[in-house]
């Protein structure tokens, strides 16, 4: 390792104690990705579980979802089946801008499948809705930038390489132009940062919020709502490996603008 720090360090042109910072941080964010991906796995597995259990109310997504804000008075908010392209990109949620509950209608047929997942996703969307609708802060502005936070980690390393092919292009070798698409990059990262923190706050108010109001209008049996629970809790688990994956990233980031500065600079 010492070797291989050293001699990274020599590449690069910059100090010892840097390099190694960012050859440690690198390596973190590599296994914050695998773990990211088992908690994905297993969110998947419970959700799947969950979604072939048939629930007592007998209700879709659809009309849990319609139902739980009939009853809050929330008239107004529009209930839909997500098409594919939507369904791609954001899968279940809630659209603070077009006043829309969007729900999977091909993985999972949350829209119109009468399960466990079907009617917790439903209502847990119906929710955030409602969250949103009394003004909640922190779930308007996670919704609001969710848009934004969705892409711009796919925007993150095209951004950076743009950069870099314009200062060989004109300048003949990496310079400012990687320099100030990196900060874009970091840019677009922060936003993806601030939204990953507000997600674990906001999806526990609303996971809270559908369980009390599930059990309220008689939508689940008790063991129900423990297999519900479950679900809930695999996504925050999987929310707050993606929030330190964000941080290791962020910090990875700053190395990488320390890396280029110093490295420039001798």
């Keep these: 390792m010492n070797q291989f720090v050293t001699k990274l360090s020599a590449d690069l042109g910059v100090s010892w104690g840097l390099t190694l910072a960012y050859a440690v941080v690198t390596i973190l964010v590599l296994v914050m990705c695998v773990v990211c991906l088992v908690l994905e796995i297993r969110v998947w597995w419970k959700y799947h579980q969950a979604n072939q259990t048939p629930i007592s109310c007998d209700m879709t997504g659809i009309d849990a979802a319609r139902f739980v804000l009939d009853k809050a008075g929330l008239t107004g908010v529009r209930v839909r089946k997500a098409g594919i392209l939507r369904e791609a990109i954001f899968g279940n949620y809630y659209n603070v801008f077009t006043n829309t509950?969007?729900?999977?209608?091909?993985?999972?047929?949350?829209?119109?499948?009468?399960?466990?997942?079907?009617?917790?996703?439903?209502?847990?969307?119906?929710?955030?809705?409602?969250?949103?609708?009394?003004?909640?802060?922190?779930?308007?502005?996670?919704?609001?930038?969710?848009?934004?936070?969705?892409?711009?980690?796919?925007?993150?390393?095209?951004?950076?390489?743009?950069?870099?092919?314009?200062?060989?292009?004109?300048?003949?070798?990496?310079?400012?132009?990687?320099?100030?698409?990196?900060?874009?990059?970091?840019?677009?990262?922060?936003?993806?940062?601030?939204?990953?923190?507000?997600?674990?706050?906001?999806?526990?108010?609303?996971?809270?919020?559908?369980?009390?109001?599930?059990?309220?209008?008689?939508?689940?049996?008790?063991?129900?709502?423990?297999?519900?629970?479950?679900?809930?809790?695999?996504?925050?688990?999987?929310?707050?490996?993606?929030?330190?994956?964000?941080?290791?990233?962020v910090v990875q980031w700053a190395l990488e603008i320390a890396v280029k500065v110093q490295g420039k600079k001798d």
């Design 101 to 249: 509950i969007y729900l999977r209608s091909w993985l999972g047929k949350v829209d119109v499948k009468r399960s466990v997942t079907a009617v917790a996703l439903g209502v847990q969307k119906a929710g955030l809705a409602k969250l949103c609708q009394e003004g909640d802060r922190s779930t308007l502005a996670r919704n609001r930038l969710s848009i934004i936070a969705i892409f711009g980690p796919l925007l993150f390393i095209p951004v950076i390489l743009v950069g870099v092919a314009l200062d060989f292009w004109l300048l003949g070798q990496a310079g400012a132009f990687a320099l100030i698409c990196l900060l874009l990059g970091g840019l677009l990262l922060a936003v993806g940062f601030i939204v990953t923190l507000l997600n674990i706050p906001v999806e526990k108010k609303a996971n809270r919020l559908a369980l009390e109001m599930m059990e309220q209008y008689g939508l689940a049996t008790g063991q129900e709502l423990e297999t519900i629970r479950g679900v809930y809790d695999a996504y925050i688990a999987s929310y707050i490996a993606q929030f330190l994956l964000q941080v290791l990233r």
